[in-house]
């Protein structure tokens, strides 16, 4: 496991990564998530076009792995 200060050092793609379920949730609660982040300047991982799956696409995958943190909503 990498430790702390290596982990503060990186440069990630994402500051954050949310992981929820359900339209009403994109719509509703995660768009004012995103609006706040963008004006703090807290960039977010967002792909309009993820469709629910039982297998996670590697894409996605990386994506979370380059998230500085997840939330899951």
Do not use: C
């Amino acid at each position: 496991m990498a430790s702390p200060s290596s982990l503060s050092s990186r440069n990630w793609s994402y500051n954050v990564f949310a992981s929820f379920h359900g339209p009403d949730v994109r719509k509703t609660l995660l768009s004012h998530m995103r609006e706040q982040f963008k004006r703090n300047g807290i960039t977010m991982f967002d792909d309009q076009k993820i469709e629910r799956s039982a297998t996670i696409a590697p894409s996605l995958t990386e994506a979370i792995k380059e998230s500085r943190i997840s939330i899951v909503i």
